[in-house]
Each structure stands twice: as C-alpha cells, then as structure tokens.
C-alpha cells in the first residue's frame, strides 16, 4: 500500500491550457470524477478549498483544505515551463495530529513536448493507514485521466 499515493499522466496540450483546466474549480464536475466538486471563492495561497471526494466504490467524503502553492506557468533558460498547485489538509484528523496531508500538483513542459502531470500526497502521523492511501492514488489516477481528456478536448 502506497504511503504517499501519486500518480502522472503526459497530456498532448499546451501547459498553459492544463494550468487552467486546474484552477477552474467551477468546471470540475464537468471532467473530474475523483474531485467532483471543488469549492473555492477564487484559487490563491492561503485561500480554502473544499474539495467533494467521490471514491472508486461510489461513496464520498468532503476534504478541507487550504491552498498552500500556487506557482503560476514560468519558463526557464533552457525552455522549460513550470506550474504547481498544493494544498494542506485541514480536517479533524489534521488537527488532532492523527493525519496529515499535503497535495502537491505539478505540471512540466519541455519544448516542443507533452505537458507532464505529476500529482502526490505526502502523507504523515501515526493513522495514514486509515487515511486510505491507496483508494487516493486511485482517485488521482482518474483525476489524472480527467484532466489529460478535458485538456487534450480544449487543445484541439
């Protein structure tokens, strides 16, 4: 079972065009079916996050959280362009020191290449079992698939 779930996916689009599939929270529900709804007023740091869970199986969950990272696209000397977006959990468990959790979202475009989906929860405390790391990895492997399909569609 996977501690720190993770998942990554290369996307035949413009990174710039995955960045913004990402922080239209509003538009979740029409591509992502591990996040099927994001609540968020505007995506800044420091910013609450309430993110509506739906697992393989069904069932879901509601996830607080706080928007911690929030590097816009930049390009560096050799080309490449960078982007991520995290945040912190911040349920009960967090509060309580049973379950900590920081989602990172990461995406990288080499020139004339895919933009490349990298997304991880870097689980810690005593009850992360619990947590079910290894249902997130499966949600983020849909979530991964939902944003390559939606990007891919917008590119065309």
């Known amino acids: 079972m996977p501690r720190n779930p993770e998942a990554s996916v290369e996307i ?3 990174l710039d065009v995955v960045w913004r599939v990402m922080l239209d929270t509003a538009s979740y529900p029409e591509w992502n079916p591990f996040v099927v709804r ?3 007023a505007e995506p800044r740091v420091g910013q609450p996050i309430v993110l ?5 199986n069904g069932k879901g969950t509601r996830s607080p959280e706080r928007i911690s990272v929030l590097e816009p696209p930049r390009t ?3 080309g490449t362009t960078r982007a991520t977006l995290a945040y912190v959990f911040e349920g009960w468990p967090a509060k309580l020191g049973l379950v900590k959790g920081t989602r990172l979202q990461r995406l990288t475009q080499r020139p004339g290449g895919p933009t490349t989906y990298d997304t991880v929860e870097q689980f810690t405390g005593p009850m992360v079992k619990y947590a079910g790391p290894g249902r997130v990895a499966d949600g ?3 979530h991964a698939q939902g944003l390559k399909e939606r990007a891919e569609s917008l590119a065309r």
Request: net charge neutral; aromatic share 12%; glycine share 0%.
């Open 12 to 14: 035949d689009a413009p």
């Open 38 to 40: 994001a609540d968020c």
């Open 52 to 56: 509506h869970v739906r697992w393989a």
């Open 76 to 78: 560096d000397r050799e």
């Open 140 to 142: 983020f492997r849909r």
